[in-house]
């Protein structure tokens, strides 16, 4: 199992102080995610969801346990090391999108690029193929401020897998958006999911949460329950009918994509529910 | 990150808010255009006093009655300790040193000039016909003294130019008599208008032949003698001969002081230099306090930044690279309000020039080199504080913030 998983997260703690009061964000977490899984963080504000989203995103270290991504011992890196890792290996997208407004959008895009120091050749080439890919070329010299709330989230999406990270977390990626462009943005992420990235979701949205396989709901810093569904079978056939192969890079194995949903009582941790959420 | 990218994406910063940009290089500018424009005020009149000394002539040493310094005991104080007085035989007796092209004694007193009924107080200058090339001075009407072969000393004057106005208007005071002193004299010249030279105008001076004045004044010692070397390399040659002369001539005392008017120069030049770095001193407080605007502006500037800043690490900046963006930025605002800083320095400069047009106010290119460094070294400096503080920053508070 270690070695299948891509992120082992093993005993984690952390804690915070707020003037005199200890917060317990974290308590004794295991968590194993394998490549290709779609999973929805739920829970109650407070519950530790973003902790652990910020954890897995390597932005907050634990205060005890460790966390393997990829095999590799994540805890043990220093700040630069960590910060390799995050560009290479792991794309964000946030609620309130974070671009940086002054920006076009194509520069928003190629932010990664340009801080991973990518020659500007290949940064064109691969900026103008990320437009092409959601569809954002006529939009490319805008201005976040110019572009509608769903085109922005494209942006922060194209931004967030340019380096094809292994992992795309997302917190609360359709919190600032209407329903239909939420849709929309949603779709996107499970079809970058479909094509072999692994996406964690963080939401209070319990529809968008239900679309996920699987599920954890995370209560006062623990995982409450771990269910991966059945009923995305469904969902997931209507996807089979998506280009899975545009990433030609997709290293995930093909039967893992496919053992989770066929087989929903998979090897999973003893904490998850029989019941699906 | 390549820096060319951390280049364009710190001026990309910068130039995105125009209105703290513009006045942060406008602080940065007034810092450094002060600097330049009162170093070219220092350095004008440093320049100005310099020409001014340069104008009583080229290669002079000047040779003045009294000893000056401090020396040990000689023997011949014992004979006598009264310096003896300059005289227009030790003038001549130095023209005959083979180093020495000219030789030019003088005598000053203050007299009155009458003539066509007007009474004027004036200053009289004895001296030989050599003295108008010793001075590099013009006549502008008539001619200068005649050589004075004899040594009895012609009855015959060089006004002023400002004395000839006064006293005779437009007419040509060409040889006319004016009564100086008790003497009456024939005008055969005047001089060009505006000549300068150690403070005093020429303009309101009488010339007349050493021996007729010091025949007016009944009196037979000069005030200094003026010894212009042939050229600038012997002027070390020159002191040293006329030295020894004037002590030979005067029984071996040496009772003279000579100066050479490079000496002076010198120390003016440094007198001067010193006020103009002061000068420079004082203009670059302003530069002290527009780098603490530069700190100011790049630390409200993390502020508003802190989204992208909690962003640009969520994306795998290193906390190095964010803090270089920061100093980056800092520096650039810093050096472009520096280079506006010297244009608008030059600007003033010449202003200034226009506006006295004898005072040569060009900046030094020290001062430029320096104020621009002392606007990299302030952007450098106080923009560590905030590129730290941006580098600092904890991505996840960062990023919830907005």
């Known amino acids: ?277 | 990150m390549k820096i060319t990218d951390t280049f364009r994406f710190a001026t990309n910063a910068a130039t995105a808010a125009p209105l703290r940009a513009g006045l942060l290089v406008l602080a940065m500018s007034i810092g450094v255009a002060a600097v330049v424009m009162l170093t070219a005020l220092g350095d004008g009149a440093r320049r100005y006093v310099v020409e001014q000394f340069s104008a009583i002539g080229t290669n002079l040493v000047i040779v003045l009655p009294g000893r000056s310094e401090t020396r040990g005991f000689n023997p011949a104080n014992l004979v006598t300790s009264t310096p003896r007085d300059l005289t227009i035989e030790d003038a001549n007796a130095l023209l005959r040193l083979p180093e020495v092209k000219r030789v030019a004694p003088i005598l000053v007193a203050t007299t009155e000039i009458n003539a066509a009924g007007k009474l004027r107080e004036a200053m009289l200058l004895g001296t030989n016909d050599d003295y108008i090339n010793v001075r590099q001075m013009k006549v502008g009407l008539g001619r200068f003294l005649s050589k004075d072969e004899v040594g009895h000393g012609s009855a015959e004057v060089v006004l002023g130019a400002v004395i000839r106005r006064e006293i005779f208007g437009t007419e040509n005071p060409l040889g006319k008599t004016v009564r100086v002193g008790d003497r009456r004299l024939r005008v055969v010249g005047v001089l060009s208008e505006g000549g300068q030279g150690m403070g005093m105008t020429t303009d309101e001076l009488l010339i007349v032949p050493v021996a007729t004045a010091q025949a007016m004044l009944n009196s037979n010692t000069l005030f200094r003698i003026l010894v212009e070397a042939r050229s600038r390399e012997q002027i070390a040659e020159v002191k040293a001969h006329v030295l020894k002369t004037i002590t030979q001539r005067h029984d071996g005392e040496e009772d003279v002081t000579v100066i050479t008017q490079d000496a002076i120069l010198e120390t003016f030049d440094k007198i001067l230099n010193v006020l103009t770095l002061g000068v420079a001193g004082i203009a670059a407080i302003s530069l002290a306090v527009a780098g603490i605007l530069v700190m100011n502006v790049m630390l409200v500037s993390v502020t508003q930044r802190t989204g992208e800043i909690g962003l640009l690490k969520a994306l795998g900046a290193t906390s190095s690279a964010v803090r270089q963006l920061f100093m980056v930025e800092a520096i650039l605002l810093s050096l472009s309000g520096a280079v506006v800083g010297v244009g608008l320095g030059y600007v003033g400069a010449a202003v200034l020039r226009h506006l006295y047009p004898s005072f040569p106010a060009y900046p030094p290119l020290w001062a430029v080199l320096a104020g621009l460094a002392t606007a990299l070294i302030s952007g450098l400096v106080f923009g560590v504080m905030p590129a730290r503080r941006a580098a600092r920053l904890d991505p996840i508070q960062a990023l919830s913030k907005r």
């Open chain 1, 1 to 277: 199992m270690p070695d299948e998983s891509l992120i082992s997260l093993s005993d984690i703690n952390r804690t915070f102080y707020l003037g005199d009061s200890k917060v317990h964000a974290l308590r004794n977490v295991d968590l194993n995610i394998a490549r290709g899984e779609y999973i929805a963080v739920m829970g109650p504000s407070g519950s530790g969801k973003s902790t652990l989203l910020n954890l897995i995103g390597l932005l907050d270290r634990p205060d005890e346990g460790t966390y393997k991504l990829e095999g590799r011992d994540v805890t043990t890196l220093d700040a630069d090391e960590l910060a390799a890792v995050r560009s290479e290996r792991i794309g964000f997208i946030f609620q309130s999108f974070h671009l940086v407004p002054r920006l076009t959008a194509a520069a928003n895009i190629e932010l990664p690029l340009v801080l991973s120091g990518f020659p500007a050749a290949e940064r064109v080439k691969r900026v103008s193929q990320a437009l092409k890919e959601y569809g954002l070329t006529d939009r490319a010299n805008h201005r976040p401020n110019e572009l509608s709330g769903g085109q922005r989230q494209r942006v922060a999406i194209a931004r967030a897998t340019i380096l094809r990270p292994a992992v795309l977390l997302a917190d609360e990626p359709t919190g600032n958006l209407d329903r239909v462009t939420g849709e929309e943005v949603v779709k996107l992420l499970e079809k970058l999911n479909a094509q072999g990235m692994t996406l964690i979701v963080v939401t209070h949205d319990q529809a968008l949460g239900a679309r996920a396989r699987r599920q954890i709901r995370m209560e006062d810093g623990g995982i409450a329950s771990d269910v991966t569904n059945s009923h995305v079978e469904a969902n997931d056939a209507s996807r089979d009918g998506l280009p899975t192969d545009i990433i030609p890079s997709v290293d995930i194995p093909t039967d893992n994509a496919q053992t989770v949903p066929v087989e929903p009582v998979s090897s999973l941790p003893a904490s998850r529910q029989p019941n699906e959420g």
